[in-house]
């Protein structure tokens, strides 16, 4: 089963419409700026060669929102717990303390659909086996539950563990309708690994705090270069492989010219002046190498030509003399037999028939003159006759064709010698020579072995002399000549590869400069993007984010992170603090949820808050909100202080509280309105039996406290944002006001000190009780109170809360 789906494409965070994505492949755009190149046909071809396809097309991952999560056995999560989540978008924030199990849930769902978490990725193998949950891990199993768009039914992946080793386990996908897949079968591997729908406190840190090589990485995944980063490192191993050859043959041809100089041979004078000019004469040198040269020393020349000169074959010569023999011999036998008599009288008649056919009209015969008629009727008679003995005679004319067809084959095996061979040495030839016009086969036959022999002996005599003579002139070229050869296969090669490295050279300049323009295209509205982030983010800031650009290379490959800091240009990595460091890295990959090719419609981001000052956990939440208009956001976050802001600046979320208790034990409840809360304890202390009295009178107060202070630090914090104060001020207004009344004071005036004043402006809005209810909720505190009607009490705590919340 193949799921993909095509989402539209939705508004950036900054509420613009994303760039449309280009049409057609990358390899298309390349074939479309090739065809407008000034490269050759050659050139483009080998370019276009170097986008080696991927085989057949990969599945996608499908728009898809998560439902839930279900985890049993697994990190911090014993018995089973579901987190349950609203599949559109919109903001959720799962909080919760340290060690209470939201964390389990978000390397849940990573490690379901991924298979991996790159909280563990690089650490000892410790991290990887102590992922059991230690009371209840025997079968460990998540479930992750997806609304896959057009389908009615939610879609479940689940993986379930076989081993101790975090990575022995399987994966399926049960969709509805179709049978359950393996989810390697799927295909999202590409799209989990470019577009990673995961986001985790350690991973901005490694991004941040790793090589530059690393981070550009993950920037160049996300705008699909990997194709383009692999086209040069092809061509760049082309160009190595291509300039190999030259360059062992330049670095080896200083000490070839010295070992020329130092051998005492006119062939090592001669090849080093073929090597030595600005062009060598590798033909000539080649010559030389190989004892071919046509400029050898004539010496040399003559001596290697007679040191390969061949003489008549002996054992050829012999077997043909015996056939010879044989073929004489059986003439013989056949000599004075019925067979040549037959063969005789045959050829008499085969005469005298034809002097008939010249002479038909004499009518005496022309042999012996007797007036018997020579007619028709004698000739049909004279022909079967010379017919019969013919046939009769057929052993003869066998022996005689033998004959001579063995006296010729003997003949031509005597060939002149070389037109080279000296006049005294080509002597020893004559008697065989003359055996070409021996006609008597006998005679041939005694003469011809003896005549081959003799000149074959004269021919070996010559070889080895010469052999012998240039021998001794080889023992100083010899180990010279192999060097020489060795090094000419090197230059031989490189005058090979000339022409295809000059093509590769072309091939690369004109992609590395089309690389660089398409990277800069495609990294324009991430970084525009970037920067619109990081105003959100830089709240309270002196630094000033600039153009962010992907530059260099191989190894040289980097993000260029500049910044301004008062106007003063600086290096980002060198003066930004670890939360404004972070607060970059968000603001790098944040923007990669917008991409139109982005196939995901969730993003899990796991404790993004840390080393933020409050200042930027408002920026960070107005980007959350932004996202969460058109993406589903999960936010894992230990720290209040993020959805403290969303309360106060009025920002729409979902709150999840997940506490743990004995033996993991997890439990995941609503927790998106501290004063609900506080009321909803309330109303369990009202409900329970025979609770002591000074019970209620002591402990009802502090919860009706903490829900009115919940509901006015609401009002204070959006007040005194107002005013424009920075946040650490803020913060501490707030923790000045230790009194609820102080509170009050500093919620309806920005200040502490109107004490007076804000009572009488509740009683005016709200009637007297507001003003004696938070005068008791204060009073109760520090000492016992009366409680007449408890639920009275709650109603009214109630009313107030949500009468100030709004102010």
Not at 496 to 511: F, N, T
Request: proline share 6%.
């Amino acid at each position: 089963m193949s799921v993909s789906a095509d989402p539209a494409p939705d508004p950036s965070p900054t509420g613009q419409s994303p760039k449309e994505p280009a049409a057609g492949t990358l390899v298309d755009l390349i074939a479309g700026r090739l065809a407008g190149s000034d490269l050759d046909e050659e050139s483009r071809a080998l370019l276009l060669s170097t986008f080696q396809d991927d085989g057949p097309a990969r599945g996608r991952m499908p728009g898809a929102y998560l439902q839930s999560v279900t985890v049993s056995g697994f990190r911090g999560i014993g018995r089973t717990a579901r987190l349950p989540l609203t599949p559109g978008p919109g903001l959720t924030l799962v909080t919760g303390r340290n060690g209470s199990g939201k964390s389990s849930f978000a390397e849940a769902v990573e490690i379901t659909l991924t298979g991996d978490n790159a909280r563990w990725r690089g650490r000892s193998d410790i991290w990887r086996k102590s992922w059991r949950n230690l009371h209840n891990g025997q079968e460990p199993q998540v479930a992750v539950e997806l609304r896959i768009d057009g389908d009615p039914e939610p879609a479940t992946v689940l993986r379930t563990w076989h081993g101790d080793d975090v990575a022995d386990s399987t994966a399926a996908l049960d969709r509805p309708g179709y049978a359950p897949v393996p989810l390697p079968d799927l295909g999202w591997q590409d799209d989990l690994a470019t577009y990673r729908p995961f986001l985790s406190y350690s991973e901005l840190g490694q991004v941040i705090g790793g090589k530059p090589s690393e981070m550009y990485d993950a920037v160049a995944s996300i705008l699909g270069l990997e194709q383009l980063a692999a086209a040069d490192k092809r061509l760049r191993e082309l160009i190595r492989a291509y300039e190999a050859p030259a360059k062992a043959a330049k670095a080896e041809l200083p000490a070839l010219l010295a070992l020329l100089d130092s051998t005492e041979d006119p062939r090592a004078t001669s090849a080093r002046t073929a090597l030595s000019g600005r062009r060598p004469d590798l033909a000539r040198a080649a010559e030389l190498a190989a004892g071919t040269g046509t400029a050898d020393e004539s010496l040399l020349f003559d001596l290697r030509r007679r040191s390969t000169l061949i003489g008549p074959d002996t054992e050829a010569v012999a077997t043909a003399v015996a056939r010879l023999r044989e073929a004489i011999a059986s003439a013989d036998d056949l000599r004075g037999t019925s067979a040549e008599d037959a063969l005789r009288r045959a050829e008499l008649l085969a005469r005298a028939l034809t002097h008939h056919r010249a002479h038909p009209a004499l009518g005496t015969c022309p042999v012996c003159g007797g007036t018997a008629r020579l007619d028709e009727e004698w000739a049909r008679d004279a022909a079967e006759q010379e017919h019969r003995l013919r046939a009769e005679a057929e052993q003869v004319l066998t022996a005689r064709t033998e004959l001579d067809a063995a006296a010729q084959a003997v003949r031509d095996l005597a060939v002149p010698p070389p037109d080279w061979l000296l006049s005294q040495i080509a002597a020893a030839w004559d008697d065989w020579l003359r055996c070409r016009t021996v006609t008597d086969p006998a005679a041939l036959a005694s003469v011809a072995e003896n005549a081959a022999r003799t000149a074959a002996d004269a021919a070996r005599v010559t070889r080895q002399e010469a052999a012998a003579r240039l021998a001794d002139q080889d023992d100083t070229w010899r180990d010279t000549a192999r060097a020489l050869a060795a090094w000419l296969d090197k230059a031989h090669a490189a005058e090979q590869a000339a022409p295809h490295l000059a093509r590769v050279k072309a091939a690369h300049k004109w992609l590395k400069a089309t690389h660089d323009e398409i990277r800069a295209d495609r990294m324009r509205p991430i970084a525009e993007d970037a920067q619109r982030i990081w105003t959100h983010l830089r709240q309270q800031s002196n630094v000033v984010l600039g153009p962010v650009r992907l530059s260099g290379s191989a190894t040289q490959r980097k993000v260029a992170l500049d910044v301004t800091v008062d106007d003063i240009d600086a290096p980002a990595l060198g003066v930004m603090s670890q939360g404004e460091l972070h607060s970059l890295a968000l603001s790098l990959f944040l923007p990669r949820t917008f991409l139109p090719e982005n196939p995901f419609r969730f993003l899990v981001i796991d404790d993004p808050v840390q080393s933020m000052d409050p200042a930027k956990v408002d920026g960070l939440a107005r980007v959350l909100a932004l996202l969460a208009e058109h993406r589903q956001v999960v936010v894992f976050t230990h720290d209040t202080r993020l959805p403290q802001a969303l309360k106060y600046l009025r920002l729409p979320a979902t709150v999840l509280t997940v506490d743990r208790r004995e033996r993991s034990a997890v439990r995941v409840r609503s927790g998106d309105d501290p004063v609900k809360q506080a009321l909803h304890d309330a109303k369990a202390l009202a409900r329970t039996r025979d609770l002591p009295g000074d019970v209620v009178t002591r402990v009802l107060p502090g919860l009706c406290r903490t829900a009115l202070e919940a509901a006015l630090l609401e009002p204070a914090r959006r007040r005194l944002l107002g005013t424009g104060l920075p946040h650490a001020e803020i913060e501490q207004r707030i923790a000045k006001a230790h009194k609820l009344t102080e509170l009050a004071s500093l919620a309806l005036h920005g200040e502490t000190d109107r004490v007076a004043e804000t009572m009488t402006d509740l009683t005016r809005a709200y009637g007297r009780q507001a003003a004696d209810h938070i005068r008791w909720c204060n009073r109760g505190t520090h000492e016992a109170v009366p409680v007449d009607d408890v639920d009275e009490i709650i109603r009214r705590t109630a009313d107030l809360a949500k009468a100030v919340r709004s102010l």
